[in-house]
């Protein structure tokens, strides 16, 4: 077996573990939007603007991404992806800016992607955000709200979540 499997065996097992526990004892923030965190795959940002777009549609600023990369040739860490590499074997991220960003307090973390992914998954599920968004079909116990909408309609996505954040008075009109 080979080892990059063989860890991700043992992370999942981590996940599946963890993911009971915290919904389990998750509590709901009540408290208005103001700071943004995106996860989200690199293919995606890079076809689509989508820090631009968000901050846009939803009105707010200094919205932060991280993006998830299958590999990376050079050693040179970033502070727009993360990778495979950046998380050890126990399933804890180890990449200082990715663990500040997890560690960050969003009001809001978007989980944009809509296919599974164990490591956007884990991210996810690390993360300290209060409140969290996602894409419908992908792990309904990580997400408060789920958008049942594709990808590439960023606009769609970004209107539905404007939409019902505004009916949770979590966002203004």
Known sequence: MNFLKLKETRIKKKFDKNIKQVSESRIVSQK?????????????????????????????????????????ATKDTSFKYFTQKDINWKGVYIEPSFKSF?????????????????????????SNATFKAGFSGVNSKLYE?????????????????????????????
């Not at 890079?46 to 590999?71: M, P, R, W």
């Not at 997890?102 to 690390?126: C, H, K, R, W």
């Not at 909408?149 to 404007?162: G, I, N, P, R, Y």
Request: charged share 25%.
């Open 145 to 173: 709200l789920e958008v049942s909408e594709d990808t590439a309609h960023v606009e769609a996505f970004s209107s539905e979540l404007k939409k019902y954040l505004q009916i949770l008075k979590k966002l203004k009109n």
């Open 102 to 126: 997890l560690e960050e307090p969003f009001d809001l973390l978007i989980g944009y992607f809509s296919e599974a992914n164990l490591y956007l998954e884990t991210a996810v599920l690390q």
């Open 32 to 72: 208005e939007i103001k700071s943004v965190g995106i996860l989200t795959t690199a293919s995606i940002s890079l076809e689509v603007d989508l820090q631009a777009k968000i901050e846009t549609f939803l009105g707010l600023k200094n919205v932060k991404i991280y993006s998830f990369k299958k590999s990376v």
